[in-house]
């Protein structure tokens, strides 16, 4: 569960609430199996004091997103989380637009990837659904790969069945590589079935939707049926 728009709903008004961290402990109760936030350059949204107190508050599977700065790498191998994602990132854009750039990856991003590795951090890399660009992040020394599912979940219903096959061809050289395959971006309800329903899937990062949706069904009731269709489409 990516808590991130919570903190976007609190710092368009100021002050505290609404509580991200509060946000990760009724997702767990609701069953989340991890929280994950992206720390921006700009603190849009997480701002560092919520990643300490998620990081020694909450005791689930904190995955922290971030991009491949001096700063941000001094940041992680500081808390070592559980887990990272590099993705890249730009200050005008609303949302992580697409993958990194694994095949002109810039000088600091394989240090990057050593230096919070060394820390005990699973680093994987948010890469296009390739399988080319899932060798260029094993060849990089990424851990894990997380799948965009952009094009997936937001491009037209004619189109998905040809998106799902890309993504399934590079979850599949994921698992021959040995990397643990994640997926992520702009997945919802109507568009989570077949990608849980792929076995080299083995983690979903679900954000915006569910904010969104707790505005009408409440956020522990919004965790509980993504669970549920996730549980129903791992059962085929």
Same mark, same amino acid.
């Given at each position: ?14 002050? &505290? ?20 936030? &992206? /720390?921006?350059?700009?603190?849009? &949204? ?32 500081? /808390? ?44 994987? /890399? ?83 939707? /569910? ?26």
């Amino acid at each position: 569960m990516n808590v991130d728009h919570v903190a976007t709903l609190r710092n368009a008004r100021g002050g &505290h609430f609404p509580c991200p961290v509060e946000a990760a402990r009724l997702c767990m109760a609701a069953g989340a199996d991890g929280i994950t936030v &992206h /720390l921006r350059e700009d603190r849009r &949204h997480i701002r560092d004091r919520d990643v300490e107190r998620l990081a020694s508050e909450v005791s689930t599977r904190l995955n922290l997103e971030m991009a491949a700065t001096p700063e941000m790498v001094a940041i992680c191998t500081r /808390l070592a989380p559980p887990a990272c994602c590099i993705v890249p990132e730009k200050r005008a854009e609303l949302t992580t637009e697409g993958g990194l750039d694994v095949f002109s990856p810039s000088p600091f991003l394989r240090e990057a990837i050593a230096r919070i590795a060394a820390r005990g951090t699973e680093v994987a /890399l948010f890469i296009e659904p390739d399988p080319a660009a899932v060798e260029a992040a094993a060849a990089l020394g990424a851990q894990a790969v997380e799948l965009h599912t952009g094009r997936y979940a937001e491009g037209a219903a004619e189109g998905r069945a040809e998106e799902l096959a890309r993504i399934a061809r590079a979850a599949k050289r994921a698992r021959e590589l040995g990397l643990a395959c994640h997926a992520g971006h702009g997945l919802s309800y109507a568009t989570i079935g077949p990608i849980a329903a792929l076995p080299e899937i083995e983690e979903v990062s679900i954000g915006h939707f /569910l904010v969104s949706t707790a505005i009408f069904e409440g956020l522990g009731e919004a965790v509980r049926r993504m669970k549920a269709l996730i549980a129903a489409a791992r059962r085929g």
